[in-house]
């Protein structure tokens, strides 16, 4: 870290200054003779960071720093910045930055610039941030600042920058003590001829004591807020939607909240807490480790947080120990919550803690774990209405592909889930199955289904076939195909199908429209057998103790309580005290026999061990 904030021994014996003896001006280095005050106690002046942003002259307006219970603070209208969504504010507005962050160099006293309620434009160029310089509105919807790039179309033009690549950011040449607050960023005027990871709406590398609270950000190109390296950080009350809408959903970026980790080394404290990401490209939440030698860091909390209609909600690439609690994870694409190598490094999160988060009805699995050396622990949540399995263990080929040890599944409810509850289908050591109930999941239990006609009509999210008699939610998950388009069911009455967005932040679930009335469609049939617990893989050492796993339904949809199939293995397990009664067809299949361990006391299990 730089040494360049007195330390508080060292103020004490400075003398105290009337803060109305500095005047800052847009083009000014430092406030007026600050340093021939301090003397030789001065904290010496941080390094000024390189700009990218093109030269251009402001207007010379001279902003009064008024006296305030905190730190000093500069109207933005004093500044040089107009306010009336017409005027370029970017330049005045770097030149204020600068200004501010030389005073901080100087005297270690923070500074905010408040930007009254206005539509402030930010044309052509990202602003290189300061350290001690604060920015703060009047509420989302009151400040407005709109990002655009009409000029310069390769320029990405975030609101605020400071990376590693364009302005040298490290530990020791980092942004801190600075606040964002109380505002909107607009990013729909940013196009791009490529897809531009930098064309975010914040996009800080190396933040120590960074506060983000009260901002909705939407539209942008790249990631809404897109931060790497958050030290002694608070993401609180931040709205994320519609961001990343350049990304097809398979690139890098394109989040609403895309934390890099690993900067800082083996901690990095940061709190993400009453967040939401709705439709954004990629994840709604991801934090991903930024170099795959790099220890993966502890620290990391999302708190209370909600995530929808996103490729992925909440994604771990990389952390360890990370604590997701009390979250909503709803209609997202792939998964609710996910543990993969899907990151740059390929490298999954590992001994994290999800407890009592809503993952509900996410277009296809509930929870996605793999390429993790595991330890992973999952309590009180509910898993449920998802559109393929509620809980899958399953290892991308692009990752670590070393069993998970010491997965726990303790005291979820998991039902209503399109197959089965829990799935394993990547090797598990030791893994911890407790106290869970298990119910009415393999609700994609229809026959295969086609027609056409007068009677079959579509809509942006629906279609209807007045002759149909569908079983309800027996197509959950299953692709419906007209012509040359697919749509993904997220739901059916007995005459109609409700449709998912065919991507996120889409507001039809076809590409290229809803077909004309009466186009033929076809459904696919039902997988068979559907369970409660499927062990696919090799799985050693397991404690199954004490789920109640049954269907409790009156049309049965829940082939079996247990199920180990043919490429599956149950060695040296400890299940007991199950009850697995109520099941479709009966308690447990077992294609492969388990071996060794300990089997007892488990209700309507013939085979007890």
């Not at 010379?60 to 219970?69: H, M, R």
């Not at 980092?174 to 964002?180: E, G, L, M």
């Not at 939440?285 to 992925?312: M, S």
């Not at 303790?410 to 509850?421: C, F, K, R, T, V």
Request: with cysteine; hydrophobic share 35%; aromatic share 6%.
């Amino acid at each position: 870290m730089r040494a360049t904030t007195a330390q508080p021994a060292q103020r004490a014996q400075r003398p105290q200054l009337d803060r109305r003896r500095f005047l800052t001006t847009a083009g000014l280095a430092v406030l007026g003779g600050a340093a021939g005050v301090w003397g030789s106690g001065a904290a010496q002046a941080r390094p000024a960071p390189a700009t990218t942003a093109p030269v251009t002259t402001a207007p010379a307006t001279t902003a009064p720093v008024t006296d305030v219970a905190g730190p000093a603070v500069v109207n933005a209208r004093d500044g040089g910045l107009a306010g009336d969504g017409v005027t370029n504010d970017q330049p005045a507005l770097q030149a204020l930055v600068d200004a501010l962050g030389e005073a901080y160099d100087a005297d270690g006293l923070g500074r905010v610039i408040y930007c009254p309620p206005g539509a402030y434009s930010m044309r052509d160029a990202g602003t290189v941030w300061r350290s001690g310089v604060s920015l703060v509105g009047a509420g989302p919807g009151v400040t407005r600042f709109l990002l655009s790039n009409p000029g310069r179309p390769t320029d990405p033009s975030p609101l605020a920058f400071f990376t590693t690549l364009e302005h040298g950011a490290s530990r020791d040449n980092h942004v801190a003590d600075c606040t964002f607050a109380r505002f909107e960023i607009d990013g729909s005027g940013v196009e791009s001829p490529t897809y531009n990871v930098l064309a975010k709406g914040l996009g800080l590398q190396y933040v120590l004591r960074g506060h983000f609270r009260e901002l909705y950000i939407h539209d942008t190109a790249a990631s809404g807020l897109g931060c790497d390296f958050l030290q002694d950080t608070m993401i609180e009350g931040v709205v994320v939607e519609g961001c990343g809408r350049l990304n097809s959903g398979t690139g890098i970026g394109g989040a609403g909240f895309g934390i890099g980790i690993g900067g800082w080394g083996p901690v990095e404290r940061l709190t993400m807490s009453g967040c939401t990401a709705v439709g954004n490209g990629t994840n709604g939440f991801f934090v991903e480790l930024q170099k795959r030698y790099w220890t993966p860091p502890r620290g990391i909390r999302i708190v209370g947080c909600h995530a929808e209609d996103n490729h992925f909600g909440i994604s771990d690439w990389g952390a360890d120990g990370m604590i997701v609690s009390a979250c909503t994870l709803t209609a997202n694409h792939v998964a609710g919550f996910d543990i993969s190598a899907h990151g740059t490094t390929r490298v999954g999160g590992r001994k994290g803690i999800v407890t009592d988060c809503v993952i509900d009805r996410n277009v296809r699995h509930g929870l996605v774990v793999g390429n993790t050396p595991g330890r992973y622990t999952f309590r009180g949540n509910r898993i449920s209405g998802n559109g393929c399995y509620g809980y899958w263990q399953y290892n991308l080929s692009i990752g670590d592909q070393e069993p998970a040890a010491l997965i726990v599944l303790d005291s979820n409810e998991i039902d209503n889930n399109a197959l089965d509850g829990i799935r394993t289908g990547a090797a598990t050591v030791d893994a911890t199955l407790v106290d869970n109930r298990v119910l009415d999941n393999g609700r994609r239990c229809a026959p295969c289904g086609s027609g056409g006609g007068s009677g079959v009509s579509y809509t942006e999210m629906s279609m209807l076939d007045a002759g149909a008699h569908w079983i309800p939610d027996g197509h959950v998950g299953k692709p419906v195909t007209v012509g040359s388009q697919r749509a993904i069911v997220i739901g059916n009455s007995p005459t109609e199908l409700h449709l998912a967005p065919f991507r996120p932040g889409a507001t039809t679930a076809w590409a290229a429209g809803p077909p004309a009335r009466g186009v033929g469609y076809s459904l696919p049939g039902a997988p068979d057998p559907r369970a409660g617990i499927t062990l696919d893989c090799a799985t050693d050492r397991p404690t199954i103790r004490g789920n109640r796993i049954w269907d409790s339904q009156r049309r049965k949809t829940q082939c079996y309580g247990l199920w180990i199939t043919d490429s599956g293995t149950c060695a040296s397990g400890w299940v007991d005290d199950n009850n697995l009664d109520g099941n479709a067809i009966r308690a447990a299949r077992f294609d492969t026999e388990p071996s060794g361990g300990h089997w007892g006391d488990n209700d309507s299990l013939a085979t007890a061990r």
